[in-house]
């Protein structure tokens, strides 16, 4: 697994990071504020964070897009983000809209073995949740 993959990312950098794997194309900045309702300077903030872990490139006022370290990362991320969302629906019992939001939050800091715990749990495999088999994600 590439370092890049075990970064821990705050749930601001998931989001944007997220959002990015499923968008598969660069963003203007402004465009991206505007799709996540996130403030410029807290996006801007993000993005610079992101740049320096090298799972970006972006220049002010210039798109921003995925290296490809960033869509390793990024699909790494969102397969935790959606083992713990899954296991929160069927485990606890939380509602869509609530497990989607509070994995997005945990996605990020849960290490690996924690996710392989949680897919023994709901004896499923790691790769029944690729993210390159879902649907555009809401946010």
Not at 88 to 115: M, Y
Request: proline fraction near 2%; hydrophobic fraction near 35%.
């Amino acid at each position: 697994m590439s370092q890049n993959a075990e970064m821990i990312l705050n749930s601001s950098e998931n989001q944007v990071l997220e959002f990015l794997f499923y968008w598969k194309r660069a963003i203007r900045p402004g465009d991206l504020k505007k799709e996540l309702n996130i403030k410029h300077t807290t996006l801007n903030s993000i993005l610079a964070r992101l740049e320096e872990k090298n799972v970006i490139t972006w220049e002010k006022y210039g798109p921003v897009s995925l290296t490809d370290a960033g869509r390793i990362s990024a699909s790494h991320l969102t397969n935790h983000h959606l083992i713990i969302e899954e296991y929160l629906k069927k485990t606890l019992k939380i509602t869509d809209k609530v497990a989607h939001q509070e994995a997005l939050q945990l996605a990020g800091t849960f290490s690996c073995r924690l996710i392989e715990a949680i897919c023994a749990k709901l004896d499923v495999s790691h790769h029944e949740f690729h993210p390159t088999f879902c649907n555009q994600r809401e946010y």
